[in-house]
């Protein structure tokens, strides 16, 4: 489960895909469910940046409090809700960590997953159209989760799917099919994701200093 993310500044990184700005881009080193953050989603001929809610939230949903902020990849045939957005919805969440805890004597420990490069990671994600009582509609998202690798498992048994940067189009392209875009999903490469333990201070979301995410010792990585 993503229950906490990474956002640092990944509009400048050479892998990150052409975009054209709608909104301008949310950045924070300890976002929660429930805020607004920067999603990527096609419109006509262009990959757009625009503001979301992080809480997949259609236009029949009243209580913001229910509005899911993942959806399991396996299930997702089984809810009307995420299997429209799917077919016609698609959306990439631009990330530069994924926090994680694991238990231990001393209580749960957050870990940081990022790419082992430090590069973007661009998680697959759904998305609704919002429309509050009050003002113009606006865009909610759930990101699409999937099991974990050997590396992550003993911190969290599933994570965002990460679209390789090879496959953007293809995601957000309206012309892929469903069973294409679910060809797409699934868990990381075990060469792609590492993990290194952070502040504790990052339990709580008020903290919002960027040394929340500095490393407090090594990356945790796969190897053969």
């Not at 990944?10 to 300890?30: E, K, L, Q």
């Not at 997949?56 to 997702?76: F, I, M, Y």
């Not at 994680?100 to 661009?122: I, N, Y």
Request: proline share 11%; hydrophobic share 40%.
């Amino acid at each position: 489960m993503a229950g906490r993310l990474h956002v640092d500044d990944w509009t400048r990184h050479p892998r990150s895909p052409a975009f054209r700005g709608i909104d301008p881009p949310v950045f924070s080193p300890n976002l929660a469910p429930r805020r607004w953050l920067s999603i990527l989603r096609r419109e006509a001929d262009d990959i757009v940046l625009r503001d979301a809610f992080w809480g997949l939230t259609p236009t029949w949903l009243k209580v913001l409090d229910q509005a899911p902020h993942c959806a399991r990849a396996e299930s997702l045939d089984e809810r009307p809700m995420f299997r429209e957005a799917l077919t016609e919805r698609r959306c990439l969440v631009p990330v530069t960590g994924i926090y994680v805890w694991q238990a231990g004597l001393r209580g749960k420990q957050p870990f940081l997953v990022t790419h082992t490069d430090r590069s973007p990671l661009m998680l697959a994600g759904i998305w609704s159209r919002y429309a509050p009582d009050i003002g113009a509609p606006r865009d909610s998202f759930a990101l699409i989760t999937v099991p974990t690798t050997e590396v992550i498992a003993p911190m969290s048994d599933r994570l965002p799917a990460v679209i390789a940067p090879s496959r953007i189009e293809d995601w957000l392209s309206v012309e892929t099919s469903p069973a294409a875009a679910r060809d797409l999903i699934g868990p990381a490469d075990r060469e792609l994701l590492g993990a290194f333990p952070v502040s504790r201070q990052v339990n709580d979301p008020a903290h919002q200093e960027w040394a929340c995410g500095y490393p407090v010792g090594p990356m945790r990585v796969w190897t053969a």
